[in-house]
């Protein structure tokens, strides 16, 4: 194992490249090739993509890692060279949040959930906030990132707190317990989601869950269980009292789609991933797709990508939200990158599955409908 003992930002430039997408789906048996068909949006870029600001993890709340600024080009881009490097002190446990931009301002977070304000063009620091969690929390240390929004940075901690600080000062504005870490072991890895008046956040712990805090107050709006419980729908998947242990926990970030007021989450593995036998069933809604009313927590639709999860495939990482054309009428679409090697392509109102696509010719453990091969639950 390599460890990093030094932990520092730089300010690196790069180009951003379109995003690749079949222009149908290929036929039963048959692997779309990389490359081919590349996508093109006819929707405007949305809010975030345009100018120098980058105010959300994907960029905008669409997802898109997309910038159309032009100054980095292919005939200038060997001449790129660090500006201004800046160390976060938290030397054992790295970085692993994506920096938001917003007018000039740098914020970010380590590992430990200590947020830095930074002038993005001299690396000077405006102000830092450094959490400290009770003696004998012993979660990892695993913030990837914060929330800029309301006049507020938010960032989540290791032992299950939202904390909301002041965007100019870093002086805490509210602080709540999403769980109590003593006895459930919650704990908030991923990055909070501003929509509207409230701040979304996913957490760990024997049940996921996807929790709304009003960003004025800190109150909590609504929250809804990535395992359904006693009575909910869904619940009939798991085997016996599994479903209270069988965590799908929800451990980055989800995207946003303002047209049509849904918010998508992903939902992680069941548990224990590798030791199935007491947990017979699809096992919802772990490794799942889920739209949610961002106003109500209410599930709209969810699509399963990997029922009865044994592989810790998961299905967190952000969704690609983009319009298109397909087979003759624009379609409102979902890109998920499914990090065991495929590619899912949904209608985002109504979950309805269009394709799957392989990063590599030789994956196929899905099969055209998009289920698993082989899978006996």
Same mark, same amino acid.
């Given at each position: 194992m390599v460890v990093t003992h030094r932990a520092h930002i730089l300010l690196?430039?790069?180009?951003?490249?379109?995003?690749?997408?079949?222009?149908?789906?290929?036929? &039963?048996?048959?692997?779309?090739?990389?490359?081919?068909?590349q996508a093109r949006t006819?929707?405007? %870029?949305?809010?975030?993509?345009?100018g120098a600001d980058w105010p959300g993890y994907g960029g905008t709340p669409l997802a898109w890692r997309y910038s159309a600024l032009g100054q980095i080009n292919s *005939?200038?881009?060997?001449?790129?060279?660090?500006?201004?490097?800046?160390? *976060?002190?938290? =030397?054992?446990?790295?970085?692993?949040?994506?920096?938001?931009? @917003?007018?000039? #301002?740098?914020?970010?977070?380590s590992a430990s959930s200590?947020?830095?304000?930074?002038?993005?063009?001299? $690396?000077?620091?405006?102000?830092?906030?450094k959490y400290e969690p009770p003696v004998g929390v012993t979660a990892a240390k695993k913030s990837r990132g914060v929330a800029v929004g309301d006049g507020k940075v938010f960032v989540g901690t290791r032992d299950d707190y939202l904390i909301a600080l002041d965007q100019k000062t870093g002086k805490e504005v509210w602080k709540v317990a999403n769980g109590d870490w003593t006895t459930c072991r919650c704990g908030i890895n991923g990055i909070p989601l501003i929509i509207k008046d409230k701040v979304l956040v996913g957490a760990t712990g024997p049940r996921g869950n996807v929790t709304a805090y009003n960003t004025k107050t800190g109150h909590r709006e609504w929250r809804f269980y990535t395992i359904p419980g006693e009575g909910e729908q869904g619940k009939e998947t798991w085997d016996e009292d599994s479903w209270k242990y069988g965590e799908a926990n929800v451990w980055t970030t989800g995207s946003y789609d303002p047209e049509l007021n849904l918010t998508y989450w992903g939902a992680?593995?069941?548990?224990?991933?590798?030791f199935n036998s007491n947990r017979k069933g699809n096992?919802? =809604?772990?490794?799942? #797709?889920? &739209?949610l009313d961002p106003d109500s927590g209410k599930l709209r639709w969810h699509y399963q990508e990997v029922p009865h999860d044994t592989w810790d495939w998961d299905t967190d990482y952000e969704f690609n939200l983009i319009d298109r054309e397909?087979? $003759?009428?624009?379609?409102?679409?979902? @890109?998920? %990158?499914?990090?065991?090697?495929?590619?899912?392509?949904?209608?985002?109102?109504?979950?309805?599955?269009l394709g799957t696509y392989p990063f590599a010719e030789h994956i196929n453990w899905v099969q055209r409908n998009g289920r698993p091969c082989n899978v006996h639950v």
């Open positions: 690196l430039l790069f180009l951003a490249v379109p995003t690749l997408l079949p222009a149908q789906r290929p036929n &039963a048996g048959t692997a779309a090739n990389p490359g081919r068909n006819t929707a405007p %870029l949305p809010r975030g993509a345009t *005939t200038n881009v060997k001449k790129l060279a660090p500006v201004w490097s800046f160390e *976060t002190g938290d =030397y054992l446990d790295g970085l692993l949040s994506t920096p938001i931009v @917003v007018d000039g #301002i740098v914020y970010l977070s200590y947020v830095f304000a930074l002038n993005g063009t001299t $690396g000077d620091l405006i102000w830092q906030y992680g593995d069941p548990r224990p991933v590798f096992n919802l =809604y772990s490794a799942s #797709i889920l &739209a397909v087979r $003759g009428r624009m379609r409102k679409l979902m @890109v998920h %990158l499914q990090k065991a090697g495929f590619g899912f392509v949904l209608d985002r109102e109504t979950g309805e599955l």
